[in-house]
């Protein structure tokens, strides 16, 4: 199985509002809403931020929102903070039953 | 709150097998599916494969012909078998609680292949 497509890398200025991107095939992200996204700051395990497309577990804050069209989901990051810099990577279920993680985006904020 | 943490050897040479434990605490092992993901250094994530608590698998096609990942339900632990390593298999080793995405993670632990 492939790994997803992410940008390598995505920078906003503080307050302003960024999108990464995740780009699958039918067989993963387009076939199932079971694309859910991780933080993960240096040294530290990753931390799941929204889960089945659109879904924010318990204590994440409601800047970050996701969605999907076909193929390809998005994380959204409003309202960007100096803590957002950070690696985030889109994971999806796939018709294999199996579990696949995008190549990871790094977002800086400026 | 579910609470994971792996432990293992750091160091492993080539050729042989690495072996990991995943103790559960603050909750059973039951009733839920549990994974193993990798990253080396530097890289990004990579899925290993999973277990249900019953004992039915499923693993990374990239790896299923190395890769045995059991559990011991009287433990609350799972475990990884990777044989015949390589130093592409040096990473940080981390076990998590998985549906469809993984809710629970542990902190991570470093296995470095090399002789």
């Known amino acids: 199985q492939s790994a997803l497509t992410q940008p390598a890398s995505v920078s906003g200025s503080p307050g302003q509002s960024i999108t990464v991107s995740c780009t699958g095939t039918?067989?993963?992200?387009?076939?199932?809403?079971?694309v859910s996204w991780y933080q993960q700051h240096p040294g530290k395990a990753p931390r799941l931020m929204i889960y089945e497309v659109g879904n924010r577990p318990s204590g994440v804050s409601n800047r970050f929102s996701g969605s999907k069209s076909g193929n390809t989901a998005s994380l959204t990051i409003s309202g960007l903070q100096a803590d957002d810099e950070a690696d985030y990577y889109c994971?999806?279920?796939?018709?294999?039953?199996?579990?696949?993680f995008g190549t990871g985006t790094k977002v800086t904020v400026l | 709150q579910v609470q994971l943490q792996e432990s293992g050897p750091g160091l492993v040479k080539p050729s042989e097998t690495l072996s990991l434990t995943c103790t559960v605490s603050?909750?059973?092992?039951?009733?839920?599916?549990w994974s193993w993901i990798r990253q080396p250094p530097g890289k990004g994530l990579e899925w290993i494969g999973y277990?249900?608590?019953?004992?039915?698998?499923n693993y990374n096609p990239s790896l299923r012909s190395r890769v045995t990942i059991s559990v011991d339900t009287s433990k609350n632990q799972f475990s990884l078998k990777l044989s015949s390593v390589t130093a592409a298999d040096t990473a940080v080793y981390f076990c998590a609680r998985v549906s469809h995405y993984f809710d629970s993670w542990g902190q991570g632990t470093l296995v470095t292949v090399s002789s």
């Open positions: 994971s999806s279920y796939t018709t294999s039953s199996t579990l696949v």
């Open positions: 039918s067989s993963d992200v387009g076939g199932y809403d079971y």
């Open positions: 603050s909750g059973s092992i039951s009733s839920y599916y």
């Open positions: 277990i249900f608590f019953s004992g039915s698998t």
